[in-house]
C-alpha cells in the first residue's frame, strides 16, 4: 500500500485497524502530514510487526 492509498482512505482504515488490533488507541493512529515514520513506529511498537506485515494486513482489510 503506497502513501497516497493511505492518505485517502485512512478514516476507513483507521477503524478497521483497530478492530483488528485491540490495543490501538486513537492516539496510536494519529496521522499528521510529514510524521508518517512516526506513525509507522507507533504501529510497528504496538503491534510487534513489521511495517511489511503491517502494510499486508491493512492491504488485506
Same mark, same amino acid.
Given at each position: 500500500?503506497?502513501?497516497?492509498?493511505? %492518505?485517502?482512505?485512512?478514516? /476507513?482504515?483507521?477503524?478497521?485497524?483497530?478492530?483488528?488490533?485491540?490495543?490501538?488507541?486513537?492516539?496510536?493512529?494519529?496521522? /499528521?502530514?510529514? %510524521? /508518517?515514520?512516526?506513525?509507522?513506529?507507533?504501529?510497528?511498537?504496538?503491534?510487534?510487526?513489521?511495517?511489511? /506485515?503491517?502494510? %499486508?494486513?491493512?492491504?488485506?482489510?
Amino acid at each position: 500500500m503506497n502513501e497516497t492509498t493511505l %492518505k485517502g482512505n485512512w478514516n /476507513e482504515l483507521k477503524g478497521k485497524i483497530k478492530q483488528a488490533y485491540g490495543d490501538l488507541t486513537d492516539d496510536d493512529l494519529v496521522y /499528521e502530514e510529514g %510524521k /508518517e515514520d512516526e506513525l509507522w513506529g507507533r504501529l510497528q511498537q504496538k503491534t510487534g510487526k513489521t511495517k511489511d /506485515e503491517i502494510n %499486508k494486513k491493512i492491504a488485506d482489510l
